[in-house]
Nanobody, 125 residues
């Protein structure tokens, strides 16, 4: 069973920054695309960002483009989400996500086979 352990959430003022981390338990981490999704109260879970297995390509939701950066360190089995210029609309539980199949994309909820436990991000105005 794949374990995804997130950390780094918290409370931040509008305009501030946070960095989320997600540690993956697989020895073959470097073969898997990784993604971040978020879910705000009363809303559906939505795609935020994804990074290919090699780290060469990244993908972002329009709402976070230019403010968030996804990256990965394959030597540490970890994917990161650097969030800047945060607004109250970014308040949500953020989930790390991945697939069971190597090289499979995780840019929609239907693509995801494994989810992290979620980490709360709250942005105050």
């Amino acid at each position: 069973q794949v374990q995804l352990v997130e950390s780094g959430g918290g409370l931040v003022q509008a305009g501030g920054s946070l960095r989320l981390s997600c540690a993956d338990s697989r020895r073959t981490f470097s073969s898997y695309e990784m993604g971040w999704f978020r879910q705000a109260p009363g809303k559906e879970r939505e795609f935020v960002a994804a990074i290919t297995w090699s780290g060469r390509s990244t993908y972002y939701a329009d709402s976070v483009k230019g403010r968030f950066t996804i990256s990965r360190d394959n030597a540490k089995n970890t994917v990161y989400l650097q969030m800047s210029s945060l607004t109250p609309e970014d308040t949500a539980v953020y989930y790390c996500a991945t697939a069971a199949t190597p090289y499979k994309t995780v840019r929609a909820s239907l693509d995801v086979d494994y989810w992290g436990q979620g980490t709360q991000v709250t942005v105050s105005s």
